[in-house]
């Protein structure tokens, strides 16, 4: 009989390498992704950020640039999970926070991630209060289905997941959708 083949779940995570600011006093950059990487062997994992130089690893692959830019090189419906903490929506392509500027950068970027996402697969974002209603408003006009969205305050809790929901949880919303 011939073995089954086993899918490799791919989980894509925007501002990975930021997770390590020293402002924030975390232990040293890209500590979530790296561990991980190392306890889930069998998920490929692959971080987006702007930072750093990219580089490939057993289940780990770095690609350096912008969020849209870096989903792009994804291929369509490949992602199973796509996430983010307070590091994507609440800036414009020029890393400056416009509320108005950012409306369409976000819908942008959300329209390429639902075309990335694999049938069931999920959006995970973290973002702040003043952002939340693009975000909103972006994955409305996309394809998820309304009922497969929750929105909900990041709780106490919750907040220790990363330096930055640490730092700024009581203005951080998470929102949940599934394609």
Do not use: C
């Not at 009989?1 to 086993?6: A, L, N, S, V, Y």
């Not at 289940?59 to 994804?74: A, C, R, S, V």
């Not at 976000?106 to 999920?122: A, M, S």
């Not at 709780?155 to 330096?163: E, G, K, V, Y």
């Amino acid at each position: 009989m011939k073995p089954k083949h086993t899918r490799i779940r791919r989980v894509v995570h925007l501002g990975n390498l930021g997770e390590g600011t020293p402002i924030l006093s975390a232990p040293k950059p890209k500590i979530k992704t790296e561990k991980y990487a190392r306890r889930f062997r069998k998920t490929h994992f692959i971080g987006i950020d702007i930072e750093h130089d990219g580089f490939r690893r057993r289940n780990w692959t770095q690609i350096k640039g912008d969020f849209l830019e870096g989903i792009k090189k994804l291929k369509d419906n490949s992602v199973d999970l796509l996430s983010s903490e307070l590091s994507f929506g609440h800036y414009d392509p020029n890393g400056i926070e416009h509320t108005e500027l950012s409306k369409t950068h976000t819908l942008n970027t959300i329209q390429i991630v639902y075309k990335k996402l694999r049938p069931n697969g999920k959006l995970i974002v973290v973002v702040s209060k003043n952002v939340l209603p693009n975000f909103i408003n972006a994955i409305n006009k996309t394809g998820f289905s309304k009922e497969k969205i929750q929105v909900s305050e990041v709780s106490f809790a919750q907040r220790t997941r990363t330096p930055w929901t640490d730092a700024f949880y009581k203005n951080a919303w998470q929102i949940i959708a599934v394609k």
